[in-house]
Nanobody, 120 residues
Framework: QVQLVESGGGLVQPGGSLRVSCAASGTIFSINAMGWYRQAPGKQRELVAA???????NYADSVKGRFTISRDNAKNTVYLQMNSLKPEDTAVYYC??????????????WGQGTQVTVAS
């Protein structure tokens, strides 16, 4: 199956920066899209940023101009560079991938989540 491994979460001060990474592994034919979602306690999970196989990107309005999503296709890895972090960015960040495998054309996979805390 497909596994998503996240790294890079942690504690940062307001105004600081952090980069989280997500590497996909397993029996993968291709990755159609990868993205980052986040969920704060008591709130619904929301899309933060996504990037398609064609390179198109989509950002939540709340992070536009501060966050940048990128990918390394050779490594099946997606990155989220988070700058000018605010306390309201505090959440568990989840990696998501839409993957073509032997048995599906667009399987939906999730990472385990990584905590990002923005506080003094």
């Amino acid at each position: 199956q497909v596994q998503l491994v996240e790294s890079g979460g942690g504690l940062v001060q307001p105004g600081g920066s952090l980069r989280v990474s997500c590497a996909a592994s397993g029996t993968i034919f291709s990755i159609n899209a990868m993205g980052w979602y986040r969920q704060a306690p008591g709130k619904q999970r929301e899309l933060v940023a996504a990037i398609t196989s064609g390179g198109s990107t989509n950002y939540a309005d709340s992070v536009k101009g501060r966050f940048t999503i990128s990918r390394d296709n050779a490594k099946n890895t997606v990155y989220l560079q988070m700058n000018s972090l605010k306390p309201e960015d505090t959440a568990v960040y989840y990696c998501n991938a839409r993957v073509r495998t032997l048995t599906t054309m667009n399987g939906d996979y999730w990472g385990q989540g990584t905590q990002v805390t923005v506080a003094s």
